[in-house]
């Protein structure tokens, strides 16, 4: 059995809402595109892999990703993603606190609710569990690091 590289036995694609893609420069053999992840151009059971690499998060409705994820990759397929544990370190907390005297209590939490509305919900390895299922997903393990 020879190793080959990842360019010589797939095909990957990296899928952005802006395009820049900065990927490009690094893997120009990979396909870049730009859309909206919540309507993937892509044909129905189309990939073998997906990943969704801390961006859940970032969406209110993190399950319509979710589905769209599930849509496209084929039977038999492999999905990971990845979200932030809960943040319960002190330096988040720190931060926290600058940022509320800085800004303000109220804005800040309504900052943290317009950036990241679904952080609670992902954080919390049941509720991820929760998601993915509701999306379709069969779930293997959620690891938390």
């Known amino acids: ?3 080959m590289s990842l360019k010589e036995w797939a ?16 893997a120009p053999w990979a396909h870049g595109v730009c859309g909206d992840a919540l309507a993937l151009p892509m044909k129905d059971e189309a990939f073998d892999i997906v990943t969704a690499d801390f961006v859940l998060s970032h969406l209110r409705d993190y399950g319509a990703l979710l589905r769209e994820a599930r849509r496209i ?14 943040t319960t370190d002190p330096f988040t907390s720190a931060w926290a606190e600058h940022l509320a005297h800085a800004i303000g209590r109220r804005e800040a939490e309504r ?35």
């Open 1 to 3: 059995m020879s190793a």
């Open 11 to 26: 095909a990957p694609m990296a899928f952005s809402f802006t395009p820049s893609l900065r990927a490009r420069e690094n």
């Open 111 to 145: 900052a943290v609710t317009a950036l990241v509305p679904s952080e609670s919900d992902l954080s919390d390895p049941d509720r991820l569990r929760g998601g993915l299922e509701a999306a379709g997903f069969a779930v293997d393990r959620i690891d938390t690091l």
């Open 73 to 86: 990759l084929r039977a038999g397929g492999a999905a990971a993603v990845s979200s932030w544990a809960p």
